[in-house]
């Protein structure tokens, strides 16, 4: 049985592992010159299902304004060429950010991310892959206190059905825990803390994952591009590339952004958008915060990473189609934020050695991402996992795996359908 990957980040490795241990013989296929070169690359590495929320959190509806405007601050951004690919999909994102509806896609994800971390874990220590792995726990920072009393009231919610482990500190108790943060307390109203928040560098983990299927008889061939799929008598047979026609049993279609694209051909709408993020690495001549910190506030995300002494600003919620033009409004934004978060650390930067990733993480309407089958038989979808593809990739994967074989997954696979 030959399985058909298409795309080789955090997903489309992750299923061809799964699918090589049920004995297909796999072949991904990748346009870019190697794996985990996009989105993939950029990922912050954070490894905690409790950061689960979608972007969809109810009175999203009044950042909409805002979010046009391009107003500075603002948690999203619109830009107003990308409107006619988001009406439709817009109505179901702001449909979708009800209080029920939100809280029934974050308990999605929830349980979709720790069954991943589970398996995730599985693979390294089988493996014994590196990924630079840290264990200091990760904060959520919160400067406003209304938000603040918000996600303590989800977490109250959660913990009950999940078994969530954090804890809720005061302003007092999070400067003990975390001195970095005196530095900003002027508007800190409290922290929750995930002690057993951990990161790891994705594009570690699918480098080694892609040596280990090539060492055990995987294909990846790199520089092809998928043009459309194959599709006779209602069932996929093959893809055709720019290298040619392609052959398989079933495919699997993990191309983040640009599977709906290739989807369509097929006759198969797949409701992802491209929301745009970035990531900027800097080396750091000080001593660096012990864990990591997701300012709600700034809406910034500061990850250290301590075995090169490196500081991590990630953010970026901006819906602008497939642009990908380079904006040095990012850096600018994320030394801003450091500025006012970090102020201390400014003179240590090393911007000269900094490196910049600006990428699209393709995202669902509802913040669950698409796993299972398609109309067409033989065609699947492991899609829109948005920013979670490193926490959730292996679970979604192996999710995958169950119900290619007719197996009953071990959690259940209702809210990651295509059709919902």
């Not at 346009?31 to 912050?44: I, K, P």
């Not at 994102?93 to 991943?116: E, K, P």
């Not at 745009?276 to 300012?295: F, H, M, R």
Request: aromatic share 6%; with cysteine; net charge neutral.
């Amino acid at each position: 049985m030959k399985t058909l990957i298409l795309g080789a980040g955090i997903a489309g490795l992750s299923s061809a592992m799964v699918q090589q241990d049920q004995g297909d013989d796999v072949e991904i296929l990748e346009a870019g010159n190697g794996v985990a070169l996009e989105t993939s690359f950029g990922n912050g590495g954070l490894m905690s299902p409790q950061l689960c929320e979608p972007f969809n959190q109810p009175g999203v509806s009044k950042l909409m304004i805002p979010a046009l405007l391009g107003k500075k601050g603002s948690m999203l951004r619109i830009f107003p060429k990308a409107l006619p690919s988001l009406i439709c999909w817009g109505l179901k994102f702001l449909r979708s950010s009800t209080n029920q509806r939100f809280l029934q896609s974050a308990a999605g994800n929830y349980r979709l991310s720790a069954y991943s971390q589970n398996k995730t874990r599985q693979v390294i220590n089988d493996n014994n892959f590196d990924i630079k792995f840290q264990n200091n726990g990760i904060m959520q920072v919160f400067r406003d206190q209304a938000m603040f009393d918000h996600c303590i009231a989800m977490h109250e919610q959660f913990a009950k059905e999940f078994d969530l482990q954090y804890e809720v500190l005061n302003k007092a108790e999070a400067l003990i825990k975390e001195p970095h943060l005196e530095h900003s307390s002027d508007d800190l109203v409290g922290v929750i803390q995930y002690t057993d928040g951990a990161r790891g560098e994705c594009p570690l983990f699918c480098q080694q994952l892609a040596d280990l299927l090539t060492s055990r008889g995987a294909k990846i061939t790199t520089n092809v591009k998928v043009e459309k799929i194959i599709v006779e008598n209602g069932c996929a047979t093959g893809v055709q590339t720019s290298q040619g026609v392609i052959k398989a049993d079933r495919i699997i279609v993990a191309l983040g952004n640009n599977a709906p694209a290739i989807l369509a051909k097929a006759g198969i709408n797949l409701p992802v958008r491209p929301v745009k993020g970035y990531t900027i690495s800097i080396p750091v001549d000080a001593e660096l915060p012990k864990s990591v910190l997701l300012d709600i506030g700034l809406h910034m995300g500061i990850i250290p990473i301590h075995h090169n002494n490196t500081l991590r600003i990630g953010g970026g919620a901006e819906f602008a189609g497939l642009d990908n033009s380079f904006k040095k409004s990012y850096e600018d934004q994320a030394y801003a934020t450091v500025e006012k978060a970090m102020p201390h650390l400014v003179p240590h930067l090393k911007r000269d050695q900094q490196k910049t990733w600006v990428g699209f993480r393709s995202s669902s309407f509802d913040g669950n991402p698409f796993i299972g089958p398609t109309k067409v038989n033989s065609l699947y979808v492991n899609s829109g996992l948005g920013h979670l593809g490193w926490i959730q990739g292996m679970g979604a994967a192996s999710m995958l795996g169950d119900i290619i074989i007719g197996k009953q997954p071990e959690i259940d696979a209702t809210p990651y359908r295509l059709d919902r």
